[in-house]
């Protein structure tokens, strides 16, 4: 009588509400970038061809594969502030290593990579252990990770990389358009990335550390082990990024990534996933990526002035904030 | 005072004392869960009463004293320990993921895998398990949530009391309960109290602490009253009176 | 009572002036240079240097708090690089009253007269010379001109690309200019806008560039698009990194500045003041030169080992 009445009148809400709130916010970023692509196709014929898109998936890698390490951090319901100076150093490190030590490319690239990975621990050790705020804890380590390289490096770029660092950066021709093994890398890690918090326990650990840390300890999960774990991979990536930008560039380039901190958070903010924790897509990291360097070059090629590009990412970070919180509240009434 | 029952206790607690600064929350507080039964724990504020359910399900580690279950003595290090031991607990705060789903949450932190190679060694989930089990799961208790797949905040608050305590039923051993039907209305402290007796049914002894009189003489077997951190009595509910039991309680008897 | 105090003190003569120097950052090689050249020349002179710099370009607080230091330190001259050519202002006016002589290096402050003078390089005329080395080397063949500047707002990067285009001889607006981007001075953001660019136009063939690091990446993708051999691709700053570019054929002209000669002239007009009260004025120009290994007759120019005996850096 009574479990029955409630099983006919929860089985018409469920229906209604059961797959919506996850839906708008994985195809709302995906609906925007299509926008934007349409909007830019129709204002310039140069826009809509493989190696344009080739072309503006090459200048989203490094932003993209650090939005993975904030990604994580921010669905712990955590910030990193620290991810660009980070990635900074771990270019320098390794193209130094490459260039003055003489090791190998690949004995150089992992020196870079353990740096990057010893400051991601260093974060997440900061946060668990000591319980300090995220965002205290990486904007000291930002300083720390700059201040290292401008000595290390004396603030001059490294140049004279060996071929064997700038591998990531060749390509290879996929159709039409040149594709680089960097941008390749770049998809494959999103996609496990994603396959990991979608279809194991510690990604959800992860969605219910952010989404209820408390829950989670009680539930019996170590919160300290997740979240330093979270922090060391997203050094990883950083270091991974780090590679992407030699790469790209062709230097170790002391003064790169200053912007970065704020432009992988605008990347995860677009893409939808909650500054709060505990919700949100991954890939939508990689379309909120790929947003902001479609508004860069569509732009470009219609000649608008730079400064727009500035005023229009403001607003698509308040209007990505606001839609998911509007379609939030709806699925909850 | 009830006869001694000579089963030995699933879980045992003694002499436990915790402390906070200069406040004793738990000052040499025994306590004895008997096989298949509801042992409500009742106390005025103040009287210890989650703390003590805290230190039997883990969430923190007492100062002092012992915890046995079936006779051996186990030390909780954390919530996981509990768990391993069999022991599921709903908190106040019901302590799930809003976020996530009812599957999800009925699952968290015991997540099932796939079989085989995916799931030793690429650790992949086996997510259609978990849906039909979790259905399966809440049929049993006959519970009216139509999909696993809706998150928990989606929820009304008897449907999400209901979620936590049917994720307690997963218990092999003992479930433990604090305050189950404090935030509910009439309509849904009756479904949880029913609720509550099909998990003993299922064969699992349930502790759960509550203020709510009626309910506790409506389902335990005994009741556990609590006063400043210790334990005074241990009376049955077809012995005593609502009003006397009150009386222990504040310490007017 | 301690204003009584301070005026019965017995005012002996000042062994060594302290003077003190501000720069927008503490790393960069542009400023280590100047630092550099302004201990030299306080040694020389027997001044006190004291240094200190913003923590990132624009940070106008670090620099406020460093001038109020060095004036209750006893400084008789600040000479400053500001990150915030307005903002600054107060600060240093406060300093000024203070009997403190206030020498802006490498950019003006906004209004300029808010200090006593301005050591720097005329940045319009640093890009005046590219551009007019960039139409000679194009020897009357149509221009399709890229600009890939600083940054909205910077003062620098506006006269830099004002100047190259007065040198070019063409207007704001003119259809020549194919494609204008942002690239914060940045080396991949330069990269970045380089390819969006050529994306616009294939068929860029002149490139200006408000710094050496933006120059490397437009090259960069210059090279990926096979244009590198025939594209004009200019710069401004003079720095040893940027110099090798140009003798290795990456960068064809750049403007050479002197970061060094703006604090020892600095050190100098300070030291003048401590010792006679005269006060420094006006703006002197501290010099750039067209630094290229293919030098052009319409433009005076020297080449790269020039270049790399008076560049800054490494």
Redesign the interface.
């Known amino acids: 009588m009574?479990?029955?009445?409630?099983?006919?009148?929860?089985?018409?809400?469920?229906?209604r509400?059961?797959?919506r709130?996850?839906i708008i916010s994985a195809i709302g970023p995906v609906a925007a970038l299509l926008l934007a692509c349409a909007f830019f196709a129709s204002q310039?014929d140069?826009f809509l061809s493989a190696q344009?898109f080739s072309?503006i998936l090459?200048?989203v890698v490094?932003i993209g594969v650090i939005a993975i390490g904030q990604t994580l951090v921010v669905l712990t319901a955590g910030i990193d502030l620290s991810c660009g100076m980070v990635m900074a150093l771990g270019s320098i490190v390794m193209s130094k290593a490459a260039v003055e030590l003489g090791m190998s490319p690949g004995a150089a690239i992992v020196g870079g990579v353990m740096i990057t990975v010893a400051f991601g621990f260093l974060n997440g050790a900061l946060v668990t252990l000591v319980r300090l705020p995220s965002f205290i804890v990486t904007l000291g380590t930002l300083?720390i990770a700059f201040a290292i390289t401008?000595?290390y490096s004396?603030?001059?770029?490294v140049?004279g990389l060996p071929d064997g660092m700038l591998v990531l950066g060749d390509t290879f021709r996929a159709g039409n358009a040149a594709v680089t093994y960097g941008t390749v890398l770049m998809l494959t890690l999103y996609g496990l990335v994603w396959l990991a918090l979608r279809?194991?326990?510690?990604g959800?650990?992860v969605?219910?550390v952010g989404?209820?840390a408390?829950?989670?300890?009680?539930?019996?999960?170590?919160t300290t082990r997740l979240i330093l774990g979270v922090y060391t991979f997203a050094g990883l990536m950083y270091g991974i990024a780090a590679l992407l930008?030699v790469a790209?560039?062709?230097?170790g380039?002391?003064?790169?990534g200053?912007?970065d901190n704020l432009d992988s958070i605008t990347a995860v903010v677009l893409g939808g996933t909650s500054l709060f924790g505990?919700?949100g897509v991954i890939l939508g990291s990689l379309v909120g990526a790929l947003i902001v360097g479609v508004f860069?070059?569509g732009l470009?090629?219609m000649?608008v002035?730079?400064?727009y590009q500035?005023l229009i990412t403001g607003v698509l970070v308040i209007l990505a904030v606001a839609t998911d919180q509007v379609s939030r509240r709806r699925?909850?009434r | 005072m009830t006869p001694t029952d000579t089963r030995t206790p699933v879980l045992q607690a003694r002499g436990l004392v915790k402390r906070y600064g200069h406040v004793t929350a738990l000052d040499g507080v025994d306590l004895d869960l008997l096989p298949g039964e509801i042992l409500a724990v009742i106390g005025d504020n103040g009287a210890g009463k989650s703390t003590l359910v805290k230190a039997l399900s883990g969430a923190l580690v007492p100062d002092g004293g012992e915890i046995r279950v079936d006779g051996r003595v186990v030390k909780f290090r954390g919530p996981g320990d509990a768990r391993r031991e069999g022991i599921e607990t709903v908190y106040q705060d019901l302590a799930v993921a809003p976020a996530m789903t009812v599957a999800e949450n009925l699952f968290l932190g015991r997540e099932i895998r796939k079989a085989g190679l995916l799931g030793s060694m690429f650790r992949l989930l086996d997510k259609k398990r978990m849906l039909a089990d979790a259905a399966a799961h809440m049929d049993s208790l006959q519970i009216g949530i139509a999909s696993m797949r809706q998150p928990v905040e989606s929820l009304s608050g008897g449907q999400r009391q209901a979620v936590a305590v049917a994720r307690s039923a997963f218990a092999r051993h003992v479930v433990i309960m604090d305050e189950p039907t404090a935030a509910l209305g009439v309509k849904e402290s009756r479904m949880v109290l029913d609720l509550i007796r099909r998990v003993r049914d299922k064969g699992l002894p349930v502790i759960f602490i509550s203020h709510n009189m009626p309910h506790v003489f409506d389902v335990a077997d005994r009741i556990h009253i609590a006063r400043l951190g210790k334990r005074v009595a241990v009376v049955s509910p077809r012995e005593i009176s609502m009003a006397d039991a009150v009386a222990i309680m504040t310490g007017a008897i | 009572m301690v204003m009584a105090l301070l005026a019965a003190a017995p005012a002996y003569p000042q062994p060594q002036p302290v003077i003190g120097l501000i720069t927008k950052t503490e790393t960069n090689p542009f400023f280590v240079k100047m630092r550099e050249g302004a201990a030299e020349t306080a040694k020389a002179k027997g001044a006190r240097l004291m240094t200190a710099a913003g923590r990132f370009d624009g940070d106008n607080a670090s620099q406020v708090t460093a001038i109020e230091n060095m004036v209750a330190a006893g400084a008789k001259a600040i000479l400053i690089t500001p990150s915030e050519t307005k903002a600054i202002v107060p600060a240093i006016r406060k300093a000024r009253a203070a009997g403190v002589m206030v020498i802006a290096l490498d950019a003006p402050t906004e209004p300029q007269d808010a200090t006593d003078a301005l050591f720097a390089t005329d940045n319009f005329k640093a890009g005046l010379l590219i551009g007019q080395y960039a139409k000679a080397a194009m020897a009357g063949k149509p221009a399709k001109i890229a600009t890939l500047d600083l940054a909205p707002g910077i003062t620098v990067g506006q006269l830099r690309h004002d100047g190259f285009l007065r040198g070019f001889g063409i207007k704001e607006g003119d259809p020549g200019i194919v494609c204008s981007a942002d690239t914060q001075g940045d080396q991949a953001k330069g990269q970045t806008a380089m390819e969006n660019c050529l994306q616009r136009a294939a068929d860029i063939n002149v490139v200006y560039t408000i710094n050496e690091p933006a120059a490397a990446g437009a090259y960069r993708a210059l090279r990926a698009a096979g244009r590198d051999k025939s594209v004009v691709l200019v710069s401004v700053d003079g720095g040893c990194a940027g110099v090798r570019n140009v003798k290795a054929g990456v960068i064809a002209a750049t403007s050479q500045q002197y970061p060094l000669k703006m604090a020892s002239l600095g050190v100098e007009a300070a030291v003048e003041y401590a010792k006679s009260g005269k006060k420094a004025s006006g703006t002197i120009d501290t010099g750039v030169t067209l630094i290229t290994d293919k030098p052009m007759k319409a433009v005076d120019s020297k080449d790269t080992t020039f270049g790399m005996d008076g560049c800054w850096g490494k």
């Open positions: 009574g479990a029955g009445a409630n099983r006919q009148r929860d089985k018409a809400q469920g229906t509400d059961k797959g709130e996850p310039s140069r344009n072309l090459q200048q490094v300083n401008q000595i004396e603030s001059q770029t140049s279809e194991t326990a510690v959800r650990h969605y219910a989404n209820n408390e829950a989670a300890r009680l539930m019996g999960i170590s930008a790209r560039t062709g230097v380039d002391p003064q790169a200053q912007t505990g919700r860069r070059n470009t090629l000649g002035a730079s400064v500035i699925s909850l």
